[in-house]
Nanobody
Framework: VQLQASGGGLVQAGGSLRLSCAASGRTFSSYAMGWFRQAPGKEREFVAAISWSGGSTYYADSVKGRFTISRDNAKNTVYLQMNSLKPEDTAVYYC??????????????????WGQGTQVTVSS
């Protein structure tokens, strides 16, 4: 499967952005999906994940209550709605696909496919 992330940009603190991740392939609806981010000089970290059906979602504590992950299997797309953005949210955001529906959705090694990343910059 190929993943294409989009929707990043420059926003002021307190603002909002919605990231999209479009997937190719007919098996998208059977994959769990996740968003990760990587700031300069830091390791890639988990942001949010969603089960194949959309029935279960998971969030990093740092974004809980501000970010919402969702998916539209008819459009082969997963979204990340980001509200109340903070300068510390600045990073390259990556979407990823987990074909196995793991028990550890926050672990990088569970994801087999990755998009190219989209830059999110939050100014103070």
């Amino acid at each position: 499967v190929q993943l294409q992330a989009s929707g990043g940009g420059l926003v002021q603190a307190g603002g909002s952005l919605r990231l999209s991740c479009a997937a190719s392939g007919r098996t998208f609806s059977s994959y769990a999906m996740g968003w990760f981010r990587q700031a300069p000089g830091k390791e890639r970290e988990f942001v949010a994940a969603i089960s194949w059906s959309g029935g279960s979602t998971y969030y990093a504590d740092s974004v809980k209550g501000r970010f919402t992950i969702s998916r539209d299997n008819a459009k082969n797309t997963v979204y990340l709605q980001m509200n109340s953005l903070k300068p510390e949210d600045t990073a390259v955001y990556y979407c990823a696909a987990d074909p196995n529906g793991s028990y550890y959705p926050d672990k990088i090694y569970e994801y087999d496919y990755w998009g190219q990343g989209t830059q999110v910059t939050v100014s103070s």
